[in-house]
């Protein structure tokens, strides 16, 4: 079982930068499907972007080109670094881990642990 603490959120302008991280701990990140969720004012949670160790990271349409999801296994610690910030990336931002074999879910009904959130402001 693995708890999941995010950081790194806050307020930037259009066009800024944001780098969020989560750290793992109780066992090792590197053997789940770790995930970036987010869900801004009235709406659902969506996925961001997907990383699993050895595998290609997947991102959803809306951030390709602006976010990279990243991971050190040295340090238990996944990344998101954002750019190009825009005020549709407004939400509050959820790290997510799942343990499982074969393609890592891209529904937050997949993920098993989740963080408290950190909340990303993007004003114009």
């Known amino acids: 079982q693995v708890q999941l603490v995010e950081s790194g959120g806050g307020s930037v302008q259009v066009g800024g930068s944001l780098r969020l991280s989560c750290l793992a701990s109780g066992d090792t990140a590197s053997k789940y499907c770790m995930a970036w969720f987010r869900q801004g004012p009235g709406k659902e949670r969506e996925g961001v972007a997907i990383?699993?160790?050895?595998?290609?990271?997947h991102y959803d349409d809306s951030v390709k080109g602006r976010f990279t999801i990243s991971q050190d296994n040295g340090k238990n610690t996944l990344y998101l670094q954002m750019n190009s910030l825009n005020p549709e990336d407004t939400a509050m931002y959820y790290c997510?881990?799942?343990?499982?074999?074969?393609?890592?879910?891209?529904?937050?009904?997949?993920?098993?642990?989740w963080g408290q959130g950190t909340q990303v402001t993007v004003s114009s």
């Open positions: 990383i699993r160790t050895g595998a290609l990271p």
């Open positions: 997510a881990a799942t343990y499982r074999s074969g393609l890592c879910p891209l529904a937050a009904a997949g993920y098993q642990y």
